[in-house]
């Protein structure tokens, strides 16, 4: 009995240990599948998250980097030429990619102007100032054209809100939809420019701004909203600061600085501070002995004292 009592012991002992060790074999193989299902868990949300930032680099790289669209209408020597009356001289919009066009010669006697501008430049709004009432009387009287160029050299310096090429946009909005506002819109810019530093205007007040300038809400609102020719604007600004620009009779290999002023393809070197008589004895040197004898279609312009 002692011998079948001890066998049957140690058979018992036998089957606990092969039921351990079943039991521990299940577990081991239960823990090695957790382990596989969270590593793969594991490797498919980093990859997920791979997917996830890559879409958003891919998403920030499209919205800064955007093809350039076409130019706006009425601007294709990357500027707009205003004449008698005030009106813009009408040309197609410029296609994307293209180089800009070499505005058109004015009639005998009549002064070519041309401005690069930054509407954030404080010297441009000096030069505004002082000048424009001259070149007003200019255009008024039919003596001359200016033609405005709007670039944005000075866009990373308005507290974050890209000013420079928001005004600019702006303006390029104005010139493709109501170009007949586009010489009052241009000073009153000037009139309102902000310094420096500061945020400038908001959306909202350039579009008043064109409101009271002459042109229609719903033409403008969308398109200064949406800046839809601020890449058309950085390339213009790329074109005058590497260059050559669009002017007649000069060649122009880039611009240093804004503003930079032509009359009649001649560079007005000029002085500061300004002096409007300045700038008016340089239109009657540039414009030659026809503009100051032929009648038609302009008077002699007087520099003012």
Same mark, same amino acid.
């Given at each position: 009995?002692? *011998? ?6 140690? @058979? ?17 193989? /239960?823990?090695?599948?957790?382990? %596989? ?7 498919? &949300? ?5 997917? =996830? ?19 706006? %209408? ?10 008698? &009356?005030? =009106?813009?001289? @009408? ?12 505005? /058109? ?12 501008? *930054? ?5 441009? &709004? ?7 009432? $001259? ?40 010139? *493709? ?19 420096? &530093?500061?945020?400038?205007? *908001? ?23 949406? %800046? ?33 002023? $032509? ?10 501070? $300004? ?10 040197? @540039?414009?030659?002995? /026809?503009? +100051?004898?032929?009648?038609?279609? +302009? ?7």
């Amino acid at each position: 009995m002692n *011998d079948q009592h001890a066998h049957h012991d140690r @058979a018992t002992k036998n089957q606990r240990r092969a039921e351990a060790r079943e039991k521990a074999r299940q577990l081991r193989a /239960e823990q090695q599948k957790k382990e %596989r299902r969270n590593t793969l868990l594991l490797q498919g &949300g980093v990859a997920l998250a791979a997917v =996830a930032i890559i879409a958003v680099i891919a998403l920030v790289i499209i919205n800064s980097v955007r093809p350039v669209g076409p130019g706006p %209408r009425n601007m294709a020597s990357d500027g707009i030429r205003i004449g008698e &009356g005030f =009106a813009a001289v @009408a040309t197609p919009a410029l296609p994307a990619g293209d180089d800009p066009v070499v505005s /058109e010669a004015n009639p005998a006697g009549v002064v070519d102007i041309q401005i690069v501008v *930054d509407y954030l430049c404080p010297i441009c &709004g000096e030069f505004e100032a002082t000048n424009g009432p $001259f070149i007003e009387t200019l255009i008024e009287s039919g003596a001359a054209t200016v033609e405005y160029r709007p670039i944005a050299i000075l866009t990373s310096r308005s507290a974050g809100t890209e000013y420079s090429l928001r005004a600019a946009n702006a303006a390029a909005c104005v010139a *493709d939809r109501t170009p007949s506002a586009f010489f009052a819109f241009n000073a009153a810019l000037f009139a309102e420019q902000p310094e420096e &530093g500061t945020p400038g205007l *908001d959306d909202a007040r350039l579009i008043e701004l064109a409101v009271e300038s002459g042109s229609s809400r719903g033409a403008v609102e969308e398109c200064i909203q949406d %800046r839809t020719f601020a890449s058309w604007v950085r390339a213009a600004t790329d074109r005058a600061l590497s260059g050559p620009l669009a002017i007649r009779d000069v060649a122009v290999d880039r611009i240093e600085g804004t503003p930079t002023i $032509f009359v009649n393809g001649q560079r007005f070197e000029y002085r500061y501070p $300004f002096e409007q008589e300045d700038f008016a004895q340089f239109v009657l040197q @540039a414009a030659g002995d /026809e503009f +100051s004898t032929n009648p038609t279609p +302009s008077p002699t312009p007087t520099p003012s004292p």
